[in-house]
């Protein structure tokens, strides 16, 4: 028997393999050397050529900022440098971004991993990588020179123009190490690989834009709107831009002569390629070079953006089964692509200062709770966000900023638009960053079955079944989940106006909020066989977590009916009728011994997550018995894997956000390990993809679930203290 050593150079998290130990492990499988080699490299502890802060995730966000815009660093398992690998779409797709540094004529690569031969070039050594909500830092030694290299995806959450730009930063620096001045150029490309999946499909390029920005922009020759293929949308353009100062130069062409040109010459040709062809003919590439001159200890730097623009953005149904073209709100202050990407440029120093003021926010309040829970809110934040579109109605000279609508797509689980029970688990995000955002999430689903176009009398599971086509389900055969979206939209509609004292949806919307309350009275004490939001596992009849979501939601009712809607008899009903379903629940969801929740009514083998309970701390309700928390949090303390607590005793999967949500229901004890239990998942090197919310709680191994906007439910320790 022979080992494959290739196995072990490419998934030890070790600097260096002992070679002598694995010939004599190939020897024999059951030679001893062999067994201490094996638990060398599957106990030992993960070890990288550079620091990693505050670690090395599975995958680093670079570019993400809307479904389209989405780049990441896949750097999990045994850690990957920027440079050595290709960064991708989310899906796992390659997207050309290549960088290289000219250090006094010597070429070093910093970004991507690419191939030019006939040239004389060395990797650029990473020595530090690092994440914050906003920002991924990676920072190599280039012969004396040190380069910062860092990528920024702001969110603006209150700037709905700065917040709907579908554009990032990266911005290379450079410093001399060695108290000389140094020659210093950088230069950078993107592929075709930015507009899709495909690499047979045509693409085609206008001409560099030149004046005070550079700008490459590319698109499909052949474009169908609102259509996806491998989710990547089949419209729009890709701008990569820089600011035109003295000493920058473009070209586009094949890949590896356009990086000969910039590795032996340490500067473009300002030269357009106009023979349009397939992404893989030839490999044509976008590039920009800028001279920093000479670089001494004070850092010089070079700053470029990327960005994928369509228009219109979505198609959003309205009365009459008519669909509307939505466009970005930042049309609402911009007339052209080429404006908003020059003054996106000029802000750069400024959105620097704001994202780092938001990263240190983010820290320090997450860190009151622990420095593990800290990391995990940090990254969330661009995953969220960047699932999102915020959009107007309108046209050029006639915008309607009045009408702010934001489009959420379910990424990987779905390609599903503003799918509520999505929505819900990410809702902290929007609601600690600008209450106002979720108000636009909920706002369309609201308006929508208020033309009484849907005909369930429940709430609808989302407003499309792909993005982002959100024409809803006339026919009501959306995937249904009667109980859990009807709760959670009651839910969040009393959360947004409590937090913000806006009435306007509960009131504008009392009649669907009434008739969904009704439906939750009518069925949720002993619920039928349905779905909850673990649609994965199957539907269910008396689900115990299911109930409680509704039970609260008819809880949340008698509020807002009281508070909002000045129906004291309507409201009593609601709370009567919630605290004698509550009285009742306790019976049936409570194992026979009392120590703990049961997934199912009167079934003692079972077990759940009880993450429906964290509702009304959210609500601040007081209305589940602090005896039922206690017991839940007691039975977690005693049956937690090593990743976490299983969603409910069908399964060996947890969910990182619905732990976090739950979290608010736990001992300060329970808490802490059930963040620990994330931490350790997404410290682990198990996976490269990006944040994955489900994997086994033992093993690790992830769900197809990556990338999804439900990671905002992470934020729910923060949303819960009412001081954040």
């Keep these: 028997m022979t080992l494959n050593l290739r196995y072990f150079e490419e998934n030890s998290s070790h600097d260096e393999i ?10 024999s499988l059951w030679n001893v050397k062999l067994s201490l080699c094996l638990m060398f490299f599957l106990f030992s502890p993960i070890v990288f050529a550079w620091t990693a802060t505050p670690f090395n995730p599975p995958s680093y966000p670079l570019a993400v900022r809307t479904p389209y815009l989405s780049a990441w660093l896949p750097s999990g398992g045994s850690g990957k440098a920027l440079n050595d690998v290709w960064p991708q779409f989310w899906t796992g797709a390659t997207v050309g971004w290549a960088g290289f540094a000219n250090v006094d004529e010597v070429a070093y690569n910093f970004l991507g991993n690419p191939v030019v ?87 085609e390029w206008n001409s560099t834009t030149t004046g005070s920005v550079l700008t490459h922009q590319s698109q499909l020759k052949s474009q169908t709107e609102y259509v996806e293929s491998a989710d990547r949308i089949q419209q ?4 990569y831009s820089t600011e035109n100062f003295e000493g920058a130069t473009y070209q586009t062409g094949q890949d590896v002569v356009v990086r000969a040109q910039f590795i032996d010459n340490g500067v473009l040709a300002n030269t357009l390629d106009t023979n349009f062809r397939t992404v893989s003919d030839d490999w044509p590439v976008f590039a920009f070079a800028a001279s920093l001159g000479m670089v001494t200890s004070e850092p010089q730097s070079a700053v470029f953006s990327v960005g994928h623009v369509r228009d219109p953005v979505v198609h959003y149904i ?14 609402s202050n911009y007339s052209t692509v080429a404006a908003a990407i020059s003054d996106f440029l000029s802000d750069y120093p400024m959105a620097l200062a704001r994202a780092e003021t938001l990263d240190q926010s983010l820290q320090i309040a997450a860190a009151s709770i622990s420095s593990a829970y800290a990391d995990i809110v940090a990254l969330s934040m661009r995953q969220t966000f960047g699932a999102t579109e915020l959009t107007i109605s309108g046209s050029p000279g006639a915008w309607n900023t009045s009408d702010v609508l934001m489009f959420l797509k379910e990424i990987s689980s779905d390609g599903n638009v503003n799918t509520v029970d999505v929505i819900m688990p990410a809702w902290p995000a929007f609601m600690l960053m600008n209450p106002e955002l979720g108000k636009y999430l909920i706002l369309p689903l609201l308006q929508y079955q208020e033309t009484g176009q849907y005909p369930n009398v429940y709430a609808a599971h989302d407003l499309g079944s792909t993005y982002p086509i959100a024409n809803g389900h006339n026919l009501g055969n959306d995937e249904p989940m009667p109980i859990e979206e009807s709760g959670n939209m009651i839910n969040m509609a009393l959360d947004y106006t ?144 090593k990743y976490g607590f299983p969603i409910d005793s069908r399964t060996t999967y947890t969910s990182a956000d619905w732990m976090i949500w739950t979290a608010m229901t736990t001992s300060a004890a329970v808490q802490t390990s059930f963040i620990d239990a994330i931490h350790s998942w997404l410290s682990s090197g198990l996976t490269s993809t990006p944040f994955g919310d489900r994997f086994e709680d033992d093993t690790g191994i992830n769900s197809s679930n990556e990338n999804r906007p439900v990671v905002g439910g992470n934020l729910a320790l923060l949303l819960s203290n009412k001081t954040v």
């Design 117 to 203: 031969s006939g040239t004389n070039f060395t990797k650029a050594t990473q020595i530090s990588a690092e994440f914050t909500s906003t920002q991924s830092i990676f920072v190599f030694t280039a012969g004396p020179v040190e380069l910062t290299v860092t990528f920024l995806s702001p969110i603006e959450a209150i700037d709905l123009v700065k917040q709907s730009l579908p554009f990032s930063y990266l911005s290379v620096a450079a410093a001399s190490t060695d108290g000389l001045p140094h020659t210093v150029a950088v230069y950078t490309d993107i592929s075709g690989e930015w507009l899709t999946s495909n690499d047979t499909s045509v693409i």
């Design 498 to 641: 409590q937090r913000t004292g806006d009435t306007s949806l509960v009131t504008t919307y009392s009649g669907l909020f009434t008739q969904w309350a009704d439906y939750l009275v009518a069925n949720t004490l002993f619920p039928a066989d349905q779905l909850s939001t673990t649609d994965f596992a199957g539907p269910l009849p008396n689900q115990t977590n299911l109930a409680i979501k509704g039970i609260i939601g008819i809880q949340a009712m008698s509020v807002i009916s009281e508070t909002y809607l000045n129906d004291t008899v309507a409201s009593n009903s609601y709370r009567s009728t919630a605290a004698s379903y509550l009285s009742t629940w306790q019976e049936h969801g409570i194992s026979s011994d009392g120590s703990h929740l049961i997934l199912e009514y009167g079934n003692d083998s079972t077990d759940v997550l009880g993450y429906n309970l964290a509702m009304d701390k959210l609500l601040g309700l007081n209305f589940i018995p602090p005896s039922v928390n206690s017991l839940q949090s007691a039975w977690y303390a005693n049956n937690i894997e």
């Design 236 to 239: 729009g353009s890709i701008y």
């Design 18 to 27: 002992d070679i002598s130990c694995m010939q004599t492990a190939m020897n």
């Design 318 to 331: 309205q009365s009459g089964d008519a669909l509307e073209d939505r466009s970005y709100y930042f049309w």
